[in-house]
Protein backbone atom coordinates (compact mmCIF):
# COMPACT_ATOMS: atom_id res chain seq x y z
CA UNK A 1 0.00 0.00 0.00
CA UNK A 2 1.54 3.52 -1.05
CA UNK A 3 1.03 6.79 1.33
CA UNK A 4 -1.81 8.34 -0.60
CA UNK A 5 -3.82 5.18 0.00
CA UNK A 6 -2.56 4.41 3.50
CA UNK A 7 -4.11 8.38 4.02
CA UNK A 8 -7.33 7.36 2.41
CA UNK A 9 -7.65 4.22 4.97
CA UNK A 10 -7.16 6.33 7.93
CA UNK A 11 -9.34 9.34 6.46
CA UNK A 12 -12.61 6.80 5.59
CA UNK A 13 -12.47 5.38 9.20
CA UNK A 14 -12.07 9.21 10.84
CA UNK A 15 -14.79 9.86 13.84
CA UNK A 16 -12.87 13.22 14.85
CA UNK A 17 -16.04 15.22 14.04
CA UNK A 18 -20.17 15.24 14.24
CA UNK A 19 -20.07 14.91 10.52
CA UNK A 20 -18.69 11.36 10.51
CA UNK A 21 -22.02 10.32 12.56
CA UNK A 22 -24.65 11.69 9.43
CA UNK A 23 -21.74 10.69 6.22
CA UNK A 24 -22.61 7.81 3.65
CA UNK A 25 -19.26 8.05 1.82
CA UNK A 26 -16.12 9.81 3.20
CA UNK A 27 -15.26 11.74 0.03
CA UNK A 28 -10.99 11.62 0.27
CA UNK A 29 -10.39 13.17 -3.39
CA UNK A 30 -9.62 11.72 -7.22
CA UNK A 31 -6.57 12.01 -9.79
CA UNK A 32 -3.53 11.29 -10.07
CA UNK A 33 -0.46 11.52 -7.29
CA UNK A 34 1.94 13.12 -7.20
CA UNK A 35 -0.14 15.98 -9.50
CA UNK A 36 0.90 19.46 -10.60
CA UNK A 37 -2.32 21.09 -10.17
CA UNK A 38 -4.63 19.98 -7.24
CA UNK A 39 -8.58 21.71 -6.75
CA UNK A 40 -9.43 21.95 -3.59
CA UNK A 41 -13.03 22.76 -3.12
CA UNK A 42 -15.05 23.04 0.67
CA UNK A 43 -17.13 19.78 1.26
CA UNK A 44 -18.77 17.62 -0.46
CA UNK A 45 -22.49 17.79 -1.24
CA UNK A 46 -24.93 14.81 -1.70
CA UNK A 47 -23.91 13.38 -4.58
CA UNK A 48 -20.69 13.58 -3.81
CA UNK A 49 -21.67 12.04 -0.22
CA UNK A 50 -23.25 9.12 -2.00
CA UNK A 51 -20.91 7.82 -4.27
CA UNK A 52 -17.51 9.00 -2.54
CA UNK A 53 -16.30 10.92 -5.51
CA UNK A 54 -15.80 14.74 -5.01
CA UNK A 55 -17.34 17.14 -7.83
CA UNK A 56 -20.07 14.56 -9.33
CA UNK A 57 -23.75 16.35 -9.21
CA UNK A 58 -24.37 19.53 -11.35
CA UNK A 59 -21.30 21.54 -9.87
CA UNK A 60 -19.65 18.54 -11.03
CA UNK A 61 -20.40 18.77 -14.38
CA UNK A 62 -19.69 22.13 -14.92
CA UNK A 63 -16.20 21.90 -13.20
CA UNK A 64 -15.42 19.45 -16.20
CA UNK A 65 -16.62 21.67 -18.61
CA UNK A 66 -14.61 24.67 -16.99
CA UNK A 67 -11.24 21.76 -16.77
CA UNK A 68 -12.06 20.71 -20.50
CA UNK A 69 -11.78 24.87 -21.59
CA UNK A 70 -8.19 24.86 -20.61
CA UNK A 71 -7.41 21.16 -21.64
CA UNK A 72 -7.19 19.84 -18.70
CA UNK A 73 -9.53 16.71 -17.16
CA UNK A 74 -9.77 14.55 -13.68
CA UNK A 75 -7.19 12.32 -15.49
CA UNK A 76 -4.21 15.07 -15.18
CA UNK A 77 -5.36 16.99 -11.99
CA UNK A 78 -6.28 15.96 -8.34
CA UNK A 79 -9.63 16.81 -6.91
CA UNK A 80 -10.66 17.30 -3.26
CA UNK A 81 -12.21 19.03 -0.23
CA UNK A 82 -11.29 20.98 2.74
CA UNK A 83 -13.44 18.47 4.53
CA UNK A 84 -13.99 15.09 3.37
CA UNK A 85 -17.69 14.64 4.68
CA UNK A 86 -20.70 16.39 3.90
CA UNK A 87 -22.20 19.47 5.74
CA UNK A 88 -26.10 18.68 6.44
CA UNK A 89 -28.37 20.67 4.08
CA UNK A 90 -24.74 21.52 2.01
CA UNK A 91 -24.24 24.20 4.57
CA UNK A 92 -20.94 25.50 4.86
CA UNK A 93 -18.39 23.54 6.77
CA UNK A 94 -18.13 24.83 10.33
CA UNK A 95 -14.64 26.03 11.36
CA UNK A 96 -13.82 23.28 13.73
CA UNK A 97 -15.51 20.61 11.35
CA UNK A 98 -12.59 22.21 8.95
CA UNK A 99 -9.90 22.01 11.78
CA UNK A 100 -10.57 18.28 12.24
CA UNK A 101 -10.19 17.87 8.44
CA UNK A 102 -7.44 20.07 7.32
CA UNK A 103 -4.30 17.64 8.64
CA UNK A 104 -5.73 14.95 6.16
CA UNK A 105 -5.49 17.63 3.06
CA UNK A 106 -2.46 19.13 4.57
CA UNK A 107 -1.02 15.30 3.83
CA UNK A 108 -2.60 14.81 0.43
CA UNK A 109 -0.88 18.20 -0.44
CA UNK A 110 2.44 16.71 0.86
CA UNK A 111 1.95 14.09 -1.40
CA UNK A 112 0.74 14.99 -3.93
CA UNK A 113 3.41 17.89 -4.44
CA UNK A 114 1.43 20.48 -6.74
CA UNK A 115 2.91 23.74 -8.41
CA UNK A 116 -0.20 25.23 -8.30
CA UNK A 117 -3.45 24.51 -5.64
CA UNK A 118 -6.69 26.22 -6.94
CA UNK A 119 -9.46 26.97 -4.06
CA UNK A 120 -12.90 26.11 -5.94
CA UNK A 121 -14.51 29.15 -3.78
CA UNK A 122 -14.28 31.42 -0.69
CA UNK A 123 -14.46 28.94 1.97
CA UNK A 124 -11.19 27.11 0.29
CA UNK A 125 -9.84 30.43 -0.53
CA UNK A 126 -10.05 31.65 3.22
CA UNK A 127 -8.30 28.35 4.76
CA UNK A 128 -5.42 28.05 2.06
CA UNK A 129 -4.64 31.94 0.99
CA UNK A 130 -5.71 34.02 3.47
CA UNK A 131 -8.46 34.33 6.23
CA UNK A 132 -9.65 36.97 5.18
CA UNK A 133 -9.16 36.57 1.54
CA UNK A 134 -13.01 38.03 -0.87
CA UNK A 135 -13.60 35.66 -4.02
CA UNK A 136 -15.58 38.93 -5.85
CA UNK A 137 -12.37 41.26 -5.24
CA UNK A 138 -9.80 38.49 -5.12
CA UNK A 139 -10.54 35.64 -7.61
CA UNK A 140 -8.06 34.89 -10.61
CA UNK A 141 -5.12 36.36 -8.15
CA UNK A 142 -2.11 34.44 -7.52
CA UNK A 143 -0.28 34.31 -4.13
CA UNK A 144 2.53 32.40 -3.68
CA UNK A 145 3.38 30.02 -0.71
CA UNK A 146 6.00 27.23 0.10
CA UNK A 147 6.78 27.24 -3.47
CA UNK A 148 3.49 26.23 -4.37
CA UNK A 149 1.32 28.72 -6.34
CA UNK A 150 -2.01 29.27 -5.35
CA UNK A 151 -5.25 31.18 -6.90
CA UNK A 152 -9.66 30.99 -6.11
CA UNK A 153 -11.77 30.60 -8.79
CA UNK A 154 -15.88 31.10 -7.92
CA UNK A 155 -16.93 27.33 -6.65
CA UNK A 156 -19.05 25.80 -9.36
CA UNK A 157 -22.04 25.91 -7.40
CA UNK A 158 -21.99 29.94 -7.29
CA UNK A 159 -21.57 29.95 -11.72
CA UNK A 160 -24.75 27.91 -11.86
CA UNK A 161 -26.83 30.29 -9.17
CA UNK A 162 -24.98 33.47 -10.70
CA UNK A 163 -24.28 33.26 -14.93
CA UNK A 164 -22.73 36.90 -14.84
CA UNK A 165 -19.70 35.79 -12.91
CA UNK A 166 -18.86 33.36 -15.61
CA UNK A 167 -16.98 35.77 -18.11
CA UNK A 168 -14.75 36.35 -15.54
CA UNK A 169 -14.15 32.87 -14.54
CA UNK A 170 -13.48 32.34 -18.44
CA UNK A 171 -10.57 34.87 -17.74
CA UNK A 172 -9.67 33.12 -14.24
CA UNK A 173 -9.18 30.25 -16.03
CA UNK A 174 -7.09 31.15 -18.87
CA UNK A 175 -4.91 32.56 -16.38
CA UNK A 176 -4.42 29.46 -14.75
CA UNK A 177 -3.65 28.26 -18.07
CA UNK A 178 -0.77 30.66 -18.55
CA UNK A 179 0.23 30.15 -14.60
CA UNK A 180 0.88 25.92 -15.74
CA UNK A 181 2.67 26.86 -18.49
CA UNK A 182 4.74 29.21 -16.73
CA UNK A 183 5.75 26.71 -13.82
CA UNK A 184 6.27 23.78 -16.14
CA UNK A 185 2.83 21.83 -14.98
CA UNK A 186 3.44 18.35 -16.85
CA UNK A 187 -0.17 18.91 -18.89
CA UNK A 188 1.33 21.88 -21.07
CA UNK A 189 5.08 21.43 -21.51
CA UNK A 190 4.47 20.84 -24.56
CA UNK A 191 2.53 23.10 -25.77
Known amino acids: MDKMDALREKCLSCRSCPLAATRTKVVFG ?7 IVFVG ?3 GQQEDLT ?12 DDMLSI ?11 NIVKCRPPQNRDPMPEEQDAC ?16 VCLGRIAAM ?5 DFRITREHGQWTQKDGIWYSALYHPSALLRD ?11 LSLRSKAREVGCIEYKTE
Open 30 to 36: VGPAPSD
Open 52 to 63: GEPFVGAAGRLL
Open 163 to 173: VSKRPETFADL
Open 42 to 44: EGP
Open 102 to 117: IGFLQEQLALLQPKIV
Open 70 to 80: IDLGRQNCYIC
Open 127 to 131: RLIRE
